[in-house]
């Protein structure tokens, strides 16, 4: 519960530290950064908290080692919501959350032994929180695939991996509303991964590994907004990411989604 309240409020934060001075007219590299960050950060809700799940997921389901057949793992859906409270003033906002996904396990074919050779996932999310300064609502979609899931596979001694391979996209698009001055910030973040490992064990963080992203949207009455960016996991140190946008360079904590220099 404690996380799912940090990632809801994570993009109002975020709204309020990188909107400047009504008279801009688009969002800056920097500010565009903070939003990339957080759309890919842990505790903000982003692309390695549905990888993490994922893996957590598929890599502790028995059927990796007991079947032969193309299989659903998983195929369900998770809603919550509750209030915002304040000491002095009771309840003063709510937040929602929804996300429903899918893991497919597929076999290889042909001349037995038989194993799993590729673990399929889709999903789709939403959530919103609604104080009485901010607003913000965000919803959004993935497709990954998992590969080189076994370290040795013979038949029936399958044995998992440490490291999964991924590749895939995630979408997050997302809309923050400063409710003091109207301010407005819609935006929709696309990151396209490639070749990226992920712990099976531990941490189920991301190792190592390289996406695409782009990065769009509009301040309303100020201008229009794109970007492309690189983003390489696991550099200069193991938890951080560096992400290249027009010539800066910016590193980001993959944990919280945040830029830390």
Known sequence: MKKLLTLLLAGVLLFVSSCKDDDENSISPDEAAALIAAAV???????????????????????????????????????????????????IGDWNYFWSFTHILEYASGIAPIY?????????????VDLPRFSSS??????????????NAQG?????????LFN????????????????????????????????????????????RVTIKGEVPNKGEFEYNATLTFGIPIKGQGVLEINGNIYTFSVESGEIVK
């Open 156 to 164: 029936s001694n399958f044995v998992l991996d440490s490291l999964w």
């Open 138 to 151: 965000h919803n959004g979609s993935g497709e990954l695939s998992y590969t080189e899931l076994a370290a």
């Open 116 to 128: 799993p050779v590729k673990i399929k996932t889709d999903f789709t999310y939403n959530g919103a």
């Open 41 to 91: 950060g842990d505790n903000s809700g982003g692309a390695v908290s549905y990888v993490g799940t994922t893996v957590d997921v598929a890599s502790n389901d028995n059927q990796l080692k007991s079947t032969n057949t193309e299989i659903t793992l998983v195929d369900s859906s998770y809603t919550d919501s509750g209030t915002f409270t304040s000491n002095t003033d009771g309840v």
């Open 168 to 211: 895939g996209t995630f979408v997050k698009e997302a809309t923050f509303i400063n409710k003091v001055n109207q301010k407005t910030i819609t935006s929709k973040t696309t990151l396209n991964f490639d070749d990226c490992q992920v712990y099976t064990d531990g941490s189920k963080k991301i190792k190592t590994g390289f996406a």
